[in-house]
């Protein structure tokens, strides 16, 4: 019983790769939601994905209180977040609904015109894969790891540090569920295409982000 949780904000022209990948699974998830926070580009999907609830916010929450009030209207024993920018491979959902533990993590292929720019902001985590990039999170946190819903409740979205530019809400998550003592299990298998490409940097409003990524 996992639900899954696409979550967009200016990624509207993206978002429909993200659903098909989640419609065309082995298996399906038992309960797809899509939520807009407040960007408006995404009025044109409930009518060609009747089978998914979507919620389009007229204003903007934020990722913490967005995210709380998503997760607060989850009723599956497990729920994963996903940005509406990646894409799930196919089998990913029939390999985590075998999930026992408490959070379920697997590995990461990192794509899209931005790619390279992973190696410079993880220096040597990744290695090159079939074009993209392989990205080894054996046992290690990421934002769109499978958890066990009730826990991740008892727990709540927040920040991870009152200061800084990213909240961190998906990295509080991770350590207080380990602080309870949240058993985790690893796939190795990469099931998550991470889609690196110009929006990551500009939804933050940081004007060092928004000038042209250079890499070697």
Same mark, same amino acid.
């Given at each position: 019983m996992i639900t899954a949780v696409i979550a967009s904000y200016r990624y509207g022209h +993206?978002?429909?790769?993200c659903i098909e990948s +989640? +419609?065309?699974q082995t298996q399906a998830p038992t309960k797809i939601l899509f939520v807009d926070d407040g960007w408006g580009d995404c009025q044109h999907l409930p009518m060609l994905y009747p089978s998914v609830e @979507?919620? +389009?916010r007229p204003k903007n929450l934020g990722t913490v209180v967005n995210f709380q009030d998503m997760l607060d209207r989850v009723e599956t024993e497990y729920v994963l977040f996903i940005g509406a920018d990646n894409w799930l491979r196919s089998d990913a959902i029939e390999l985590l609904s075998h999930a026992k533990t408490d959070i379920v993590t697997y590995d990461i292929m990192v794509t899209g015109e931005l790619k390279d720019e992973i190696l410079v902001r993880v220096p040597g985590e990744t290695e090159p894969h079939q074009g993209d990039l392989y990205w080894d999170r054996q046992n290690l946190h990421h934002g769109s790891?499978?958890?066990r819903t009730s826990m991740g409740k008892k727990i709540g979205? %927040?920040?991870? @540090? %009152?200061?800084?530019h990213h909240p961190q809400e998906d990295w509080n998550l991770w350590d207080k569920m380990l602080e309870l003592g949240a058993t985790v299990t690893s796939l190795q298998e990469g099931l998550l295409f991470y889609r690196r490409h110009r929006e990551n940097f500009l939804k933050y409003g940081d004007p060092s982000l928004t000038a042209d990524v250079k890499v070697s």
């Amino acid at each position: 019983m996992i639900t899954a949780v696409i979550a967009s904000y200016r990624y509207g022209h +993206l978002a429909a790769h993200c659903i098909e990948s +989640l +419609l065309s699974q082995t298996q399906a998830p038992t309960k797809i939601l899509f939520v807009d926070d407040g960007w408006g580009d995404c009025q044109h999907l409930p009518m060609l994905y009747p089978s998914v609830e @979507f919620i +389009l916010r007229p204003k903007n929450l934020g990722t913490v209180v967005n995210f709380q009030d998503m997760l607060d209207r989850v009723e599956t024993e497990y729920v994963l977040f996903i940005g509406a920018d990646n894409w799930l491979r196919s089998d990913a959902i029939e390999l985590l609904s075998h999930a026992k533990t408490d959070i379920v993590t697997y590995d990461i292929m990192v794509t899209g015109e931005l790619k390279d720019e992973i190696l410079v902001r993880v220096p040597g985590e990744t290695e090159p894969h079939q074009g993209d990039l392989y990205w080894d999170r054996q046992n290690l946190h990421h934002g769109s790891m499978l958890y066990r819903t009730s826990m991740g409740k008892k727990i709540g979205y %927040e920040k991870r @540090f %009152e200061d800084g530019h990213h909240p961190q809400e998906d990295w509080n998550l991770w350590d207080k569920m380990l602080e309870l003592g949240a058993t985790v299990t690893s796939l190795q298998e990469g099931l998550l295409f991470y889609r690196r490409h110009r929006e990551n940097f500009l939804k933050y409003g940081d004007p060092s982000l928004t000038a042209d990524v250079k890499v070697s």
